[in-house]
């Protein structure tokens, strides 16, 4: 039975106290866990000492739930830990964690010696899906020690600044992006505490229904700013039992986020809204953010509306769907046949604009779309996207009429993977005028393949990791 060893380096910039603290603890697993593995902690108050058992499910492929046991085999505080798979996918899985004190902080060191079930054909498994799986969850994992460990500034006039959204994709990265420039941050999310994720410790999250305005009541006092990026669970696949839609959240949770803030004496806000808005869009998305728009411009605070184009980076989970296609199969599939035009812009150049926005006066009373410069055609975009990843797949088009066929009784599960709506929602196309933007906030936009080479095919820069095989380089 081949054995096969990961190895993976990367140094926080903490003391080895500080680090041991956050990885000893086994159930910030999770926030360093891929949210597309959906990962679960059973064990409650779970324990790192030695011959404890830990329980949890993971979901790596297709959404299948994966028990797995593990139990504490070795610690040495705070300086290494072992842990072994007692129950789960492997025939073999060991892990050993050490922590090493260095000058500029601390390396974490990760070795895991793991072998396949099922012989021959698991070891075919392993060259076609389990190492690069492997590799992408680690690769994940070092952006998100990167994220939770990276220094605050000092800022030389910190504002206090609430993020509406703030544990999702957009509103995480402007969230990010505040704090990096000395702002006090506080996050709102439906699921409070739950949604830290990568998130530094020291951003305040605030549960909050952005639905109900009795639960905004006091959140917003003493703030400065608000930013709105709104997205509700599963979009753009909408939930109307569950008050899951576009209409719920971004229309309507965006007027109680404007009441809540006149009411607070906030001083800027910034919502991010869509390109295409529009009171007479033929889409009801579209209508929504035209709604949302509404609240903002009718809030007497002063505002800046930024309608961006289809947004990519790590935690996406619209080209990154195209991606994990390209890594699980051997084609493509795509629900039409990929001649829309779109823009796409890179997420940290909408972190930097909302985060520029609650400062600048430029921004002031202003709505300004924004995209990459790059207008590329979706099917192009796809090919450069999986080609950066070096999964190069066939790409197959499907007719959108049957697909939205097919996809219509998939609406009336509790979580959908896919609807009639959704379909056109991912195959409108989305270009912009970013003129008037850079004439009044001159700024560089990054192309679509160097936004893709920060997190496509590169690692992390204090983060290395390697495969070996009995002893020698896979």
Do not use: C
């Not at 995209?371 to 959108?400: C, F, K, N």
């Amino acid at each position: 039975m081949t054995t096969h060893t990961l190895v993976a380096s990367q140094i926080v910039p903490v003391d080895v106290d500080r680090a041991w603290s956050f990885f000893s603890r086994p159930e910030n697993l999770g926030r360093i866990t891929p949210a597309s593995m959906a990962f679960e902690m059973h064990t409650a108050r779970p324990a790192m000492t030695e011959g404890a058992l830990i329980d949890y499910t993971v979901r790596p492929i297709m959404g299948i739930p994966m028990p797995w046991r593990t139990r504490i085999e070795a610690i040495d505080p705070p300086i290494r830990f072992r842990d072994v798979q007692v129950r789960g996918p492997y025939k073999r899985w060991e892990h050993s964690h050490t922590l090493t004190p260095i000058a500029e902080g601390t390396r974490i060191d990760d070795r895991i010696d793991y072998e396949l079930p099922f012989g021959p054909a698991g070891e075919i498994a392993h060259r076609m899906i389990v190492r690069r799986e492997l590799e992408r969850i680690f690769r994940y994992r070092a952006r998100a020690i990167d994220s939770i460990f990276e220094p605050a500034a000092i800022g030389i006039e910190p504002r206090t600044v609430v993020v509406a959204g703030g544990s999702g994709f957009v509103g995480g990265a402007i969230a990010r992006e505040l704090r990096r420039r000395g702002d006090r941050v506080i996050v709102l999310s439906s699921r409070g505490e739950g949604a830290r994720g990568s998130m530094p410790d020291d951003i305040e999250i605030r549960r909050a229904d952005v639905r109900e305005p009795a639960s905004l009541a006091g959140l917003l006092d003493g703030a400065d700013g608000l930013v709105i990026a709104l997205a509700f669970n599963n979009s753009p696949m909408e939930n109307p039992r569950r008050g899951q839609t576009f209409m719920d959240v971004d229309a309507a949770g965006t007027e109680n986020l404007v009441a809540a803030a006149r009411s607070a004496g906030v001083q800027r806000l910034v919502y991010l809204s869509g390109a295409g808005a529009a009171v007479d869009a033929p889409k009801h998305w579209f209508r929504a953010k035209w709604r949302a728009e509404d609240a903002v411009r009718g809030s007497a605070i002063p505002a800046t509306i930024i309608r961006p184009t289809w947004i990519y980076g790590p935690d996406d989970v619209s080209l990154n769907r195209f991606i994990g296609f390209a890594r699980s199969l051997p084609v493509v599939p795509m629900t039409n046949f990929g001649r829309q035009h779109l823009a796409p812009v890179f997420i940290d150049d909408v972190a930097n604009l909302a985060a520029d926005s609650i400062r600048d006066d430029a921004a002031t009373g202003r709505a300004f779309e924004i995209g990459g410069p790059d207008t590329l055609t979706m099917r192009e975009i796809i090919t450069a996207a999986i080609t950066q990843d070096d999964h190069r797949r066939p790409i197959v088009s499907g007719p959108a009429p049957l697909i939205k066929m097919a996809a219509w009784p998939l609406k009336f599960l509790p979580t959908p993977p896919l609807t009639p709506d959704a379909v056109d929602f991912i195959n409108q196309p989305a270009t912009v005028d970013n003129a008037p933007l850079l004439d009044a906030m001159p700024r560089r936009l990054t192309p679509l393949g160097e936004g893709l080479a920060t997190y496509l095919g590169a690692p992390e820069p204090n983060a290395k990791l390697s495969f070996e095989q009995q002893g020698e380089a896979a």
